[in-house]
Nanobody
Framework: QVQLVESGGGLVQAGDSLRLSCAASGITFNSYTMAWFRQAPGKEREFVASIRYNGYTYYRDSVKGRFTISRDKAVNTVYLQMSSLKPEDTAVYSC???????????????????WGQGTQVTVSS
């Protein structure tokens, strides 16, 4: 049974940093593309960042230079280090995993078969 468990969300002020974690089980972690998506109230889910099995990373433009995705294969965990947070980063952040994601569609949530329950990130101004 595949499980993705996020942690690390919370309430912070604009300009602060936060690190999200996603612990994966039930998958061959080293073979999977891992990603973070977010969804704000009343908005569609949007891609934030992803990291392929080979370490290549991808980001949405609005978080480039502020967010860093990484993975620790020893503990089957993917991280999202967020810095210089802005109120517009407020959302529920979810971890996702895919073994067969198409590179050209890596930002498409439909490419990911497995999802965590999400963790709330709130950035106050």
């Amino acid at each position: 049974q595949v499980q993705l468990v996020e942690s690390g969300g919370g309430l912070v002020q604009a300009g602060d940093s936060l690190r999200l974690s996603c612990a994966a089980s039930g998958i061959t972690f080293n073979s999977y593309t891992m990603a973070w998506f977010r969804q704000a109230p009343g908005k569609e889910r949007e891609f934030v960042a992803s990291i392929r099995y080979n370490g290549y990373t991808y980001y949405r433009d609005s978080v480039k230079g502020r967010f860093t995705i990484s993975r620790d294969k020893a503990v089957n965990t993917v991280y999202l280090q967020m810095s210089s947070l802005k109120p517009e980063d407020t959302a529920v952040y979810s971890c996702a995993a895919s073994r067969t994601v198409i590179l050209s569609a890596i930002r498409n949530p439909n490419q990911y078969a497995h999802w965590g329950q999400g963790t709330q990130v709130t950035v106050s101004s």
